[in-house]
């Protein structure tokens, strides 16, 4: 009986029309059987393993700059936010977390003088998060070397299949949602 090799999922071959497909997917999906929804399961098992690899890389390339993703992403929505501020509750739905994690993310944020909090002039029972001086020198590093990093991960792709990219991703958003 023949060895089998093992795959690891992430090994990408190119198909004899000149495809690229995740091998482990293929033979797990060839070993069930085969399926009618065949090109269903590779397509949204090819979508998970980069965006698990973007999640990925975007942890680290946060790393680097001394920050979690989360708070680079909550230097960035204050950053562009009118008037560079927005309340807790705001921040924590605009980044689908839970209040008490954006209070924790905003506490580790302002302990390391990159935003500081305020109250809400407009409600005194509401409290702001600001992004200071320091925070903003830190997220205008960080849009820098992203703006570099990012190009470098689309640098096969022509405009047209970005678009196509992007159309074929938000396609999948509003079949999730249920349109």
């Known amino acids: ?9 992430g090994e990408v071959l190119e198909d004899s029309r000149g495809y690229l497909y995740d091998a482990a997917m293929r033979r797990a999906i060839i070993e069930m059987g085969g399926s009618r929804s065949a090109d269903v399961l590779e397509a949204l098992g090819a979508l998970r393993l980069a965006a698990k690899l973007i999640h990925d890389a975007s942890d680290r390339f946060a790393e680097r700059h001394g920050l979690s993703d989360s708070r680079a ?29 954006m209070t924790d993310i905003v506490d580790v944020l302002e302990r390391d003088g990159l935003v500081k909090r305020i109250a809400d002039p407009a409600d005194g029972r509401s409290v702001l998060a600001e992004i200071t001086p320091a925070g903003k020198a ?3 590093t960080i849009r820098r070397d992203a703006t570099a990093r990012q190009a470098a991960v689309a640098k ?21 949602r249920g349109r």
Not at 77 to 97: C, H, I, N, T, W
């Open 138 to 140: 830190k997220i205008n």
């Open 1 to 9: 009986m023949p060895t089998q090799v093992a795959i690891t999922h």
């Open 73 to 101: 992403r909550v230097l960035t929505r204050l950053d562009r936010s009118p008037k560079r501020r927005l309340p807790l509750g705001a921040l924590a739905e605009g980044l689908s977390v839970a209040p008490r994690t």
């Open 156 to 176: 096969d792709f022509t405009a047209d299949q970005l678009v196509e990219l992007r159309h074929l991703s938000l396609m999948l958003v509003q079949n999730l």
